[in-house]
């Protein structure tokens, strides 16, 4: 089955203009850099291209067609010298009042594309529009949002933003980025772990934008776990059942392991990754976080606590926790940290750990090779 990039026009393969008619050759700016990139992406990926515009009152008197051609064949014609070619071009007229079946976000230009031949579960819809992301919903595709604020100041449209956020994969302003992520798949894992004194479930999107959902029946765990997601720029979701009514060891340990596990999981053959990193500060306290994903496990722990708990959380499970972790992910973990408020300590601990994450995840998408001279990590 063939995979579709749905491309917007105006505002996503050209700079849109304050008047939104590019109805001269003086208002023509192509977006930055979306020749290079959108050429590699032919080259390198099986997608079919495909155009789809809305142009408000084409052929009416305030946007005659024989403005419009001219600047739209030199465009097509442009785009077709750098080797990018559309398959099809669907150009809707229409004014929104009309609600045309084919106006986007609605689908009535494209109904071929709603057969065996095509997967649009594994399509795109690139575009700057809230209507794009839409457009996706209802091809049960997946959007890419050029967010350049288009939409700025519409409050209906930012409503509508909260509904359609899960159909959006990538949010972004560079086609360097659309690139990327295209070349880059998505590393996520799920994990679902239960013992008899433990039932944990855990989501992990590595490529993520730091958002958790975390519920393990201790709040300040749950605290930590939440800057582990927003300070690593992954989501995270978090759901466990443990027998707290005995003691709170077995839901930190069993998190941490099955934690460990969903990252090993999810980094699979770990090409391009960077492996290493950070040092952190919080207040009176300094935070030195250290991690390899190199497939083996280790733990160098240099931090002491004067308290018994933080929370509900007892500090003694603070190593523990790490020590968990990196069995399970295969990971080697070296931390140090020293001040006054413990409080501090270990959230600086934790913002470090996601940080140390966030720099040894991080991918290069033009040299997807294996950091190691074993040739196995």
Known sequence: MKKVLFIDRDGTLIKEPEDLQV???????????????????????????????????LGTDSFPESTFWPVHNLIIKTFENEGVFFEEQFIDPSYPEENSPNRKPR????????SDKYDLENSFVIGDRITDVELAKNLNA????????????????SVKRNELDRWICL??????????????????????????????KIELNLDGTGKSKIDTGLPFFDHMLDQLARHGGMDLNISVKGDLEVDE???I????????????????NKLGIERYGFTLPMDDCLAQVAID??????????????????????TEMFFHFFKSFTDGARANLNIKAEGNNEHHKIEAIFKSFAKA????????PDKLILPSTKGLL
């Not at 992406?41 to 809305?54: A, G, S, Y």
């Not at 689908?107 to 709603?114: A, D, V």
């Open 107 to 114: 689908t009535g230009l494209l109904t071929k594309y709603f």
């Open 357 to 364: 994450i966030k720099v040894a995840i991080k991918r290069d």
């Open 171 to 200: 949010e972004t302003t560079s086609w360097e980025e659309i690139y990327a992520f295209l070349k880059l798949n998505k590393r996520k894992a799920t994990i679902e772990r239960k013992t008899n004194e433990t039932d944990i």
């Open 253 to 268: 340990e069993d998190t941490a392991i099955a934690l460990g596990e969903v990252f090993h999981s999810s980094l699979g």
């Open 23 to 57: 109805d001269g050759f003086e208002k023509l700016v192509f977006y930055p850099k979306v020749f290079s990139n959108l050429s590699k992406i032919v080259k390198e990926f099986d997608f079919e291209l495909v155009m789809i515009t809305n142009q408000d009152g």
């Open 249 to 251: 060891h077995h839901t």
């Open 293 to 314: 994903f190199g497939g083996r496990n280790w733990l160098v722990w240099d931090a002491e606590f004067k308290r018994e708990k933080i929370g509900e959380m007892p």
């Open 142 to 157: 997946k959007a890419i949002y050029i967010n350049n604020q288009s939409d700025l100041g519409k409050d209906e449209l």
